[in-house]
């Protein structure tokens, strides 16, 4: 096999830090344009391209003492261009647009500057909708470097208080690693190696389990205990690892990780300039099987087919084995893996390994298609794969459902069968297993096994369960008696009825005197699907209730006068399912 690639770029130990984080700056961000946006020292809970469910995170997470309200600062001149209140993700954030090229973004705040949160506030009544989604002018809020736009806070999908702050290219709206640009942060510690992960580059990733193979650490440099030995030519490279800075117990992650083999470069993955429509393929770049079964994060240095992420690679060897390792010989050959934080903290892996089998000519075509398996009869076994080449396909008299090929990230054999369900309304389909990740959404119809009577045909809903838990969404009735429901994950399906509205429970006693509390709030929740809308109304007029999570709240404003009100709070679910909730009190 010839090697295609030349070494473009090569990490010599520098002397002075600047130096080497001009090294690593390789899209020559601006440095120190940006300022850090609190009053506190930067310590990381978080930071760019670590591994989440589905995505890479794609900021900086600042810790705030451990504590919501810290005074957040415009990062440098501009003007506030979107602000974005939501129940899950970034919470309340504030988006700022600065000349140079770049958005700024900062989020789960609590409340904004008062003149901002006042003209929030002012749209969120005239929508009467509190989860509002606006872009402003340049002239509406213009701000200057340093200057006061919010508090921070715990909103949206936050476990503590934190201030997420990113740094985008306003034009590809692509989230940059924040490191890059010269914040003030001090971090001498190079990444943790725990463990190497070796894959049979000849075998479904998802029909395999890697050879996890322990490490032992000298300072900063790893070997494994004896030369590795394979029974394969075609061999990949998983790794786990962990990172952190000075002053934090948090994890973090690395910024680059390269692998060579026998001093020569075979894969390189650099964590930046991630966008939110290629942020899925983590699902991809991860080994997904070994996250959903045994909770842990190996990061690949081979990129699988269907992985379209493919500007994180600086390097990759051949086209064809993108990052897997290539043996034609059965001689011992080193291998080492670089692994380089965002200050340029390096650690480094060095093991040896021997292929111990003839070499095959192209072990590629060993792997030929997604093959279908019928476990309910066993003998139908891969007639439907072959005829339906990449995608997996069904339409028979209870499924319908169509899984492109490019929704894939590698081959395997889709397992199928259904079980009698007779307390629900349709049987279970088993749609192979949840440890095989679908990239994005596909349509699933099912047909109940019985007539729905009219009353009925929309309170149904598409149950899923993983083998572990179980969720479910609203399925709409389509021609021809099917329910169909969007969904991206496989696993087990079928159809229940909903007729059940969420729960609402009241942290208020009725006719209580609330003049001493600053908040009115309930707890809501649905068993079946999710609380779609809610909505309260005090003394007839639309007030500003908050979603996070399960709680919703109202903070006490000028819509609140003293006095005796009553307050009706509605919430209702995926189905239309509806429960009331009427509150007297005084203020
Ligand atoms: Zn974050």
Redesign the pocket.
Known sequence: MKKLFVVLFYLVPAISFAQKENKLNVHNYPQNYFLNPLDIPIYLA?NFGECRPGHF?S?I?IKTEGKENQPVHAAADGYISRIKMEKGGFGHAIYITHPNGYTTLY?HLNKFAPAIQKYVRSKQYEKENWAVDLQFEPSQFPVKKGQQIAWSGNTGASTAP?L?FEIRNSQTEHPLNPEMFGLPIIDMKAPIVNDIAIYDMEKSIYEQDPRILPVSKKGNYYTLKDTVSVANTNVGMGINTDDYMDGSDNTITFYTAALYMDDSIQAEVRLDDIGYDETRYINAYVDYKSREQKKIWLQLLFRLSGNNLAHIYEQLNDPAYRGSLHFQDKKTHKIKIEITDDKANVSTVVFYLRANTEHKEDPFTINEGHKWQDNNEPDKMNRRGAALGDNISMDNEDVKFNINSNQLYDKFHFEYSHTTDTINISDRYMLHHSYVPVHSYFDLSIKPHIVLPFELRDKVVMKYSDGKEEDGKAAKLSDGGWYKASVRNLGTYWLAVDTTAPIVKSMQKNGNNLSKANRISFISKDAMTSVRTFRGLLDGKWICFEQHGEDFFYEFDEHCPKGKHTLVFKASDENNNTRTFTLNFTR
């Open positions: 978080g995170h900021g997470d989020a934190h997420h």
